[in-house]
C-alpha cells in the first residue's frame, strides 16, 4: 500500500469516528415527537382555527426546545428567562429562526417554512373571525409552505400499495395545512439536532442521515412518529407503525 493510500485510509477512519461520535451525540438528546401522535389524534375533534393555532405553536415549542439544547446549560429558570423570556433577546420565534439560520442550524429552506408557519399562526392569532381555509393571504401563505407535499404523497403511497391502503384523497385546505405542518416537524426536528452536531465535528449532515439503517436512533424514531401522525391525520389508522411505543431511553 503506497503512502498516499495509507494517508486516506486513515483519513477515512478518522472521519468515521467522528461520525460515530456525532451520532452517539445525537442520541444523548431527549426529544422526540411522541406527543405529536396524541396531537393528531386529537386535531380530528378541533376546528380549522383551532388546528393551525395548535399545530403551530407545537411547531414554536419544538423549535425552541431545541434551540436550548444546542446552547449553553442554563443555571436556572431565571437565567433561561434572560434569553428566551418575552422581552428577552430571543423572546420571539422570529429571532429564534433567525438565530439557528445565521449558526448554520438549520438550511434555508427550514428558514422559509418555519417563518412562514409563524406567519400563518399570527394571521389567524390577531384576525381569528375574519380569516378563513379560503381567504387569499392564508392560501398564498400555504402555497408556499413545503412546497414538494405531492412528492411526499407519492412517496408514501408507493410504500403502502402492498398493504391496499394510501393518502386520503381528495385534499381539502385543512388536509394539506395539516399534511405540510407535520412534515415541517420532521424536517426541522431532523436537521436541527443534527446539523449543529455535524459541525461542532466537522462532519457532512448526509454521514450522520443519508442512511436510515444506520441513523442514530433518535432520528429512526423521530421518523416513525411523524409518519404515525399521518397515518393518524390522512390514512385512517392509529399508530399502525408502532410509533406511540417508540421514545428514545
Known amino acids: 500500500m503506497s503512502h498516499g493510500e495509507l494517508r486516506d ?3 477515512a477512519s478518522l472521519y468515521e469516528a467522528s461520525v460515530n461520535t456525532a451520532k452517539n451525540k445525537i442520541d444523548q438528546f431527549k426529544i422526540d415527537a411522541s406527543d405529536l401522535l396524541d396531537l393528531a389524534t386529537r386535531l380530528k375533534g378541533e ?3 383551532a388546528t393551525v393555532i395548535i399545530l403551530t405553536s407545537y411547531i414554536e415549542e419544538k423549535t425552541s426546545d431545541l ?7 442554563f443555571g ?3 437565567d433561561e428567562e434572560k434569553i ?3 422581552m428577552a433577546p430571543l423572546g420571539t420565534f422570529s429571532s429564534r429562526i433567525e438565530l439557528a439560520y445565521s449558526l448554520g442550524w438549520i438550511e434555508n429552506r427550514q428558514r422559509q417554512d418555519l417563518h412562514i408557519i409563524r406567519k400563518i399562526r399570527n394571521l389567524f392569532a390577531h384576525e381569528a373571525f375574519k380569516v378563513t381555509e379560503v381567504s387569499d393571504r392564508f392560501l398564498a401563505y400555504l ?3 413545503h412546497p414538494d407535499f405531492e412528492g411526499r404523497i407519492k412517496i408514501i403511497d408507493k410504500a ?3 398493504g391496499g391502503k394510501k393518502i386520503s384523497a381528495p385534499f381539502n385546505r385543512r388536509d394539506e395545512f395539516t399534511f405540510k405542518a407535520v412534515w415541517v416537524v420532521w424536517d426541522m426536528l431532523v436537521t436541527l439536532l443534527t446539523l449543529p452536531v455535524a459541525k461542532s465535528m466537522q462532519v457532512e449532515m448526509r454521514s450522520i442521515v443519508g ?3 444506520k441513523q442514530p436512533e433518535a432520528i429512526r424514531i423521530i421518523t416513525l412518529q411523524i409518519v404515525g401522525a399521518v397515518f393518524e391525520l390522512h390514512v385512517g389508522d392509529a399508530d399502525p407503525t408502532g410509533a406511540k411505543a417508540q421514545k428514545p431511553d
Do not use: E, M, Q
Open 9 to 11: 485510509k486513515v483519513a
Open 47 to 49: 376546528s380549522f382555527l
Open 67 to 73: 434551540l436550548k439544547i444546542h446552547l449553553r446549560t
Open 76 to 78: 436556572s429558570k431565571s
Open 84 to 86: 428566551f423570556g418575552p
Open 143 to 145: 402555497k408556499a409552505l
Open 160 to 162: 403502502l400499495i402492498h
Open 211 to 213: 442512511n436510515y439503517d
